[in-house]
């Protein structure tokens, strides 16, 4: 399973985490690797960059969202492709070469405001212009919970070293990239039970607010086989 990816169960639920905190909605995933007039067709967005051209979908992401982005090659480029990366919010994403151009996801954050941000490009000595993508406003909705106070605001000493190393294993996933794609098509659902809590929804323990939820809770019993999602 890529290390990317973190998916386990605990206390009889199935979660799925990623490192940026986004739901890979992609409908359009299995057209990351065709022509540009594919592309076109499957409702990406155009963009003239100069002496290239650029595909995304979809048109307005929201937080949380994934973007799709293609590069068309501009005439006159090595057929030897070298990889390129794409900055969006001081962050590095892969674009991978494939036929004419190149292909790659952009992870638009939960924490990510709506408005206009710039997606650079950088790793050909030709300049490529930046696009400008508009993040749309989305309500993923609240969910208040009235809990123990040990559980809101954990003080046991045992809890704690716990806390403290599952955030040092998940810190090391997601340090990790990979110099390619780890997907070529959609992503299937692991399970098809019930959601238990959905992607994005921002808690509230006891009144006091919590970090939208970067995963998906599916209800499962503690011992059940949960394929990869990829």
Not at 84 to 92: A, E, N, P, S
């Amino acid at each position: 399973m890529p290390m990317n990816k973190r998916i386990f169960l605990r206390r009889g639920r199935f979660f799925r985490k990623t490192g940026a905190r986004f739901l890979l909605v992609v409908a359009g995933l299995t057209c990351l690797f065709s022509a540009a007039p594919s592309l076109a067709r499957a409702g990406f967005t155009e963009v003239e960059l100069g002496c290239f051209k650029a595909f995304y979908l979809p048109a307005q992401p929201r937080p949380g969202q994934a973007l799709i982005v293609a590069l068309q090659a501009a005439p006159g480029i090595d057929p030897e492709l070298p990889a390129l990366k794409m900055i969006f919010c001081d962050r590095d994403f892969m674009l991978e070469p494939v036929s004419g151009g190149w292909r790659g996801v952009v992870a638009i954050g939960l924490e990510v405001r709506p408005g206009s941000y710039r997606l650079g490009f950088k790793g050909l000595m030709t300049e490529i212009p930046a696009l400008s993508i508009i993040v749309a406003a989305h309500d993923y909705g609240e969910q208040h919970l009235t809990v123990a106070g040990e559980m809101a605001t954990p003080t046991l000493p045992e809890t704690l070293e716990r806390i403290q190393r599952d955030r040092e294993k998940l810190s090391c996933v997601y340090a990790g990239s990979f110099p390619e794609l780890a997907f070529a098509r959609g992503l299937e659902t692991p399970l098809t039970t019930a959601i238990t809590s959905p992607f994005g929804r921002r808690r509230f323990l006891n009144g006091a607010p919590r970090n939208p939820h970067g995963g998906v809770d599916f209800q499962a019993p503690v011992g059940v086989a949960v394929p990869a999602a990829g």
